[in-house]
């Protein structure tokens, strides 16, 4: 007879194995199931543990036998075991629904296609400089479970991707962040429109004293907000002043904040992270610091002096006048975009991954205006090379990122800039963006 177990996790990575040392150490029995081989080091946690596992394989039986299942964010809700445990009834939630029953904090929690990693990060950042006890977690650093094992917040600071706000169903963010929605992994989720509710899950816990901050330039979420009721507080913020009570906007190279009737600005060179969607980034982190009550001279200070997140536009080396950036973390069209236009030397672009369904389109002009050559870094680049083969007359296929570095390096000359913003996932070649940024700053300095 198989044994039971209260709780499975399906996946072994940072989130299923954070879930199930959470677990374990609240006195829950619980079992791993892994299709796929497990990392050393997270077998190692696992054993340390005693937690059991199983790897390269899914037991049904066992899995289904479960009380509550959580599923790591990678595994989609369509897979047939996934979808079976759903029909029984069997509860499928994220590590994040799990984690948050074990903290007595309060949330600010980041999501969006561009722009959630720098805000999380910033947003962290105003907290702690102001005094705040703060947490950071979810889709960057640590797993939320595993940050939580090692002590609770007053607050915590959690970036949350459409995968994991899937697995939320009672979960509440006390203040919801929403950078921006463009299309993104619609090879998992089919249509835009199923994307955009995932998205949006991020506010539907909410109540009446709770936040929503919201970016007012994306067409997108202001449809949502025209056609849904809301009883928490909206805070909109961009280029121009919302004509509502609160809100942030631009004006006269300053943002300026607008809370209970009280003002706060800060000019715009003084701010630490430069170009248009890194405005709006530090936008939205002042307005949660501010809901967190971090005084405002704080907040202008640590405004000024964040350092901005590794392999988002990070700066690598110039080698004979030629620029190298790393902007890895660029995994869609959108994040792609605001790299392109903020450039102003010629571009010797490093595109290209495992395609998630992208509309390359939109970034076309862009291409025609600042890129002299493309280089191909990907399995299957026969997307970028029907879409800009007409348009750019240097295309190139590259294999690995010193490959890359190597032919962009012999592309470029003096005053060109090599840009690594690849608008793909990095699962075909690399482990993830972190490994592909890695290796590209690695080649860089080799040259």
């Keep these: ?40 080091k997270f077998k190692a946690l696992l054993k340390e543990w005693d937690i059991p596992f199983e790897e390269n394989q899914h037991t049904a039986e066992l899995i289904l036998g479960a009380d509550e299942i959580i599923k790591s964010p990678g595994i989609p809700e369509a897979t047939p075991l996934v979808a079976a445990a759903i029909t029984q ?9 799990f984690a948050a029953r074990y903290s007595q904090g309060k949330f600010i929690c980041i999501t969006g296609s ?37 002590g609770d917040h007053r607050w915590w600071v959690l970036e949350l991707s459409s995968f994991q706000l899937d697995g939320i169903f009672r979960f509440r963010p006390h203040i919801a962040i ?23 899950r991020i506010v539907q816990n909410q109540q009446p004293e709770d936040a929503f901050i919201w970016f007012s330039g994306d067409p997108v979420i202001r449809r949502e907000i025209e056609k849904r009721s809301f009883k ?37 060179e003084n701010l630490a992270l430069q170009g248009r969607h890194n405005i709006y980034n530090s936008m939205a982190s002042a307005i949660a610091a501010r809901l967190a009550e971090v005084r405002k001279m704080r907040i202008k200070e640590s405004l000024a002096d ?11 080396a110039t080698v004979h006048g030629i620029d ?31 395609d998630k369904g992208n509309d390359y389109t939109m970034l076309i002009e862009l291409v025609k205006q600042k890129v002299k050559a493309i280089v191909c870094l990907g399995v299957d680049n026969t997307k970028l090379k029907l879409v800009f083969g007409n348009i750019i007359q240097t295309i190139v296929e590259a294999s690995s990122a010193e490959e890359a570095v190597q ?41």
């Excluded at 280029?239 to 209970?260: D, M, Q, R, S, V």
């Excluded at 869609?332 to 672009?349: D, F, Q, R």
């Design 324 to 354: 190298f950036i790393n902007d890895s973390k660029a995994t869609n069209v959108n994040s792609t975009w605001y790299a392109l236009e903020s450039m102003n030397k010629p571009v010797i672009w490093i595109a290209g991954g495992k």
């Design 114 to 150: 561009n722009g959630k990693t720098t805000t999380t990060l910033l947003t962290h950042h105003l907290l702690v400089k102001g005094g705040l006890d703060a947490g950071v977690a979810g889709n960057v650093g640590n797993s939320f479970a595993l940050e939580l094992l090692k």
């Design 89 to 97: 009834g069997i509860p499928v939630i994220s590590e994040i629904e």
């Design 1 to 40: 007879m198989t044994r039971r177990y209260p709780i499975v996790v399906l996946g072994a990575a940072e989130s299923g194995t954070g879930a199930a040392v959470l677990a374990k150490a609240r006195g829950l029995e619980v079992f791993v199931s892994d299709a796929g081989s497990i990392k050393e």
């Design 407 to 447: 032919a962009a390096y012999q592309l470029g000359q003096k005053g060109d800039v090599v840009l690594l913003s690849p608008a793909c996932a990095s699962f075909d070649l690399f482990e993830n963006y972190e490994d592909r940024g890695n290796q590209f700053k690695k080649a860089v300095k080799n040259l």
């Design 178 to 200: 929403l950078t921006n929605i463009t299309p993104d992994h619609l090879d998992r989720y089919g249509s835009f429109e199923k994307y955009i509710a995932s998205k949006m």
């Design 232 to 268: 928490q507080r909206l805070i909109p913020y961009g280029e121009t002043y919302p004509g509502c009570a609160e809100g942030a906007w631009i004006e006269n190279e300053k943002i300026i904040i607008k809370l209970n009737n009280d003002i706060m600005s800060s000019t715009i």
């Design 306 to 316: 964040f350092q901005n997140v590794e392999h988002r536009l990070e700066f690598v």
